[in-house]
């Protein structure tokens, strides 16, 4: 029985592990063939693995999003591979887990937070869209965060480059809507990822705090696997009409 990306080609940063493995396996059980990337070797080869035991289709590239050549050089493999790129999930992130005041942060933590968050983002976007354009359409979801959307205590790059997201995918999608490119972000809330749980052994009660339901009204934090939901559905025709929104997925956090 067809399913409803066959034929379909799909990219994933980040995806050695959390959303991103999260994500590149639900586009493969959907159908996709998935590029797999990340710095990290050893998670992205097992994304990969779990694909494929699976019965779909993956490779994976290592890539760097921070440098320019390196996305060019995962683009155009995919495209080498695949003949095409119909959807392209960018969500290689980074953040310090130490608890700074902004008057504390270090300028090279605020630069490798804005070059992976936010520049990574742009140099994907700019090789991924070339290609959406030679062949007629696609679509892109960028992961920004509930950070993007309210300022994050304690954060100030992370939450500026989130920010930064945001205000990328909406201007993006403005300049590309008549292309058939929709360009899309979601903004998740606490998520069980090893992130989180770095942060929460570096700051005592991080977890408990947050899913807190005077912060997160449902009172619990998310799986991996709600957020890919989001991405898939912003990629496939259910979301045809949807373009240059920052889709909140957080238990409600940012209702407050």
């Known amino acids: ?91 290689a992130g980074f953040i310090t887990t130490r608890v700074l005041p902004m008057i504390d942060y270090t300028e090279a933590e605020f630069d490798r937070t804005i070059s992976v ?12 869209i070339r290609q959406m354009l030679k062949q007629g359409g696609g679509a892109i979801v960028n992961t920004a965060s509930t950070a993007g959307l309210v300022g994050l205590k304690f954060f100030p790059a992370y939450s500026a480059s989130k920010h930064g997201v945001v205000g990328l995918t909406r201007a993006a999608a403005l300049e590309y809507a008549q292309e058939n490119i929709r360009i899309n972000a979601i903004c ?27 912060l997160t009204p449902m009172g619990r934090i998310a799986m991996p696997e709600e957020l890919a939901e989001a991405v898939v559905f912003l990629c496939s025709d259910k979301a045809s009409f949807v373009t240059g929104h920052a889709m909140s997925v957080d238990g409600g956090y940012i209702t407050h």
Request: glycine fraction near 10%; charged fraction near 25%.
């Open 1 to 91: 029985m067809p399913r409803e990306f066959d034929g379909k080609v799909a990219l994933v940063t980040g995806a050695s592990s959390g959303i991103g493995r999260a994500t590149a396996i639900a586009f493969a059980r959907v159908g996709a063939r998935v590029v797999v990337t990340d710095i990290t070797v050893e998670g992205g080869e097992e994304t990969v693995k779990s694909i494929k035991e699976a019965g779909n289709e993956a490779i994976f590239i290592k890539t760097d999003v921070s440098k320019p050549s390196e996305v060019e050089a995962l683009v155009n493999n995919a495209i080498s591979t695949y003949g095409r790129l119909d959807f392209a999930f960018n969500n």
């Open 117 to 128: 968050n936010l520049k990574g983002v742009w140099f994907c976007m700019q090789y991924e």
């Open 188 to 214: 998740p809330g606490l998520v069980k990822t090893s992130m989180v749980e770095e942060m929460d052994k570096n700051i005592e009660g991080f977890k408990a705090m947050c899913m807190d339901p005077s």
